[in-house]
T-cell receptor
């Protein structure tokens, strides 16, 4: 079966441009998470959905970051007016239920470079 | 707030030697603990998890970890490593009451040399 799919794998944008990153979770998975991984660091939590509801967005670094999951499946992370400090790998993960003991399955990430 | 400390940023080891990657977490409240492995340009793959019960948990690829509540530690071990174990390893904690978001350590780069 297909795992978590993220697109694009690589994205280069100029400072000030808007970008959109897509995540296709494993089919039927209720929970979806976004993480930001800076170079040489561990992933940091951004936001979490259970079905279409965004239950926690405490990790979004600024109001330039916005995430949605309108039909409870595919999710998009949008970054407006990108800055150089937004350069990182953005990881998406999904899990089968909304319980915190469920393992998360990760995609390969989108590597975002802001010039 | 939860935090996870991985005490070693890099661990070089020779093939077939034993290895221990150390992890400590900050909170003594009920948590779930995980170890993930990340190969270059890939996402994270679950090695093992501790939810409850036996404090010694076994995972994939011959790895195991021991949960020590009094020391708030969850160290990862393997008795004999292979070249293919070369990767970045992340310890993570999930608070039982916060919906599953993972708090990760900074990672430990395991480098296995022939």
């Amino acid at each position: 079966g297909a795992g978590v799919s993220q697109s694009p794998r690589y994205k280069v944008a100029k400072r000030g441009q808007d970008v959109a990153l897509r995540c296709d979770p494993i089919s039927g998975h209720v929970s979806l998470f976004w993480y930001q991984q800076a170079l040489g660091q561990g992933p940091e939590f951004l936001t979490y959905f259970q079905n279409e509801a965004q239950l926690d967005k405490s990790g979004l670094p600024s109001d330039r970051f916005f995430a949605e999951r309108p039909e409870g499946s595919v999710s998009t992370l949008k970054i407006q007016r990108t800055q150089q400090e937004d350069s990182a790998v953005y990881l998406c993960a999904s899990s089968s239920r909304g319980d915190s003991n469920q393992p998360q399955h990760f995609g390969d990430g989108t590597r975002l470079s802001i010039l | 707030a939860q935090s996870v400390t991985q005490l070693d940023s890099q661990v070089p080891v020779f093939e077939e030697a034993p290895v221990e990657l150390r992890c400590n977490y900050s909170s003594s409240v009920s948590v779930y603990l995980f170890w993930y492995v990340q190969y270059p340009n890939q996402g994270l793959q679950l090695l093992l998890k501790y939810l409850s019960g036996s404090t010694l948990v076994k995972g994939i690829n011959g790895f195991e970890a021991e949960f020590n509540k009094s020391q708030t530690s969850f160290h990862l071990r393997k008795p004999s490593v292979h070249i293919s174990d070369t990767a970045e390893y992340f310890c993570a904690v999930s608070d039982r009451n916060q919906g599953g978001k993972l708090i990760f350590g900074q990672g430990t780069e395991l480098s296995v040399k022939p």
